[in-house]
């Protein structure tokens, strides 16, 4: 099997070659891959479902022996596409203790670490302006007709 990445690739049902293209994927794509969603009230303030995580994001653990615990981010792997929490670790059986690596999938952000200046214009990128639903043509025809005539009658009025 090819090593080499296929930035032709668009998808495929087939776990080897979904496996395939998570692992041979350049760094700047595995970044991506560690979008995490975001909770509630960040989703309406930002209007955006998920962001890739960073090192200072406050996280909440939704799956897993450690559920519904928080930190804060203290090690993204590219490499691995997992992420490591402040005060989250396990002990090995000589006392030494471990981080214990979770998959992005597992957890959601509470608080965004915000000092980074791109993720910022990110962030504005996406307005609730930009949300505003257009009407169908028909429908902003006969809005325009009503308009008209009501500010016809407004100026008879006068």
């Known amino acids: 099997m090819k090593q080499k990445f296929s930035t032709k690739w668009i998808g495929s049902r087939q776990p080897r070659k979904q496996r395939k293209y998570r692992a041979n994927a350049p ?4 970044h991506k891959f560690l979008s995490v969603n975001l909770a509630k009230d960040l989703r309406t303030k930002y209007s955006k479902r998920n962001i890739p995580i960073v090192k200072g ?21 590219n490499y ?19 981080n214990v ?11 965004l670490n915000l000092e980074d200046q791109k993720r910022l214009q990110i962030l504005q990128r996406k307005t609730p302006e930009k949300k505003i639903k257009k009407l169908p043509k028909t429908e902003t025809k006969l809005k325009d007709k009503a308009d008209s005539e009501s500010k016809t009658s407004e100026g008879d009025k006068k």
């Not at 760094?27 to 595995?30: A, D, E, I, K, V």
């Not at 690596?101 to 608080?111: L, T, V």
């Open 80 to 98: 691995k596409l997992k992420v490591a929490i402040e005060g989250i670790q396990k002990t090995k059986k000589d006392g030494t203790k471990v």
């Open 27 to 30: 760094l700047h794509l595995r």
């Open 57 to 77: 994001d406050k996280v909440k653990i939704m799956k897993g022996e450690f559920k519904s615990k928080t930190g804060k981010i203290s090690i993204v792997s």
């Open 101 to 111: 690596y979770f998959d992005p999938s597992n957890i959601q952000i509470q608080e």
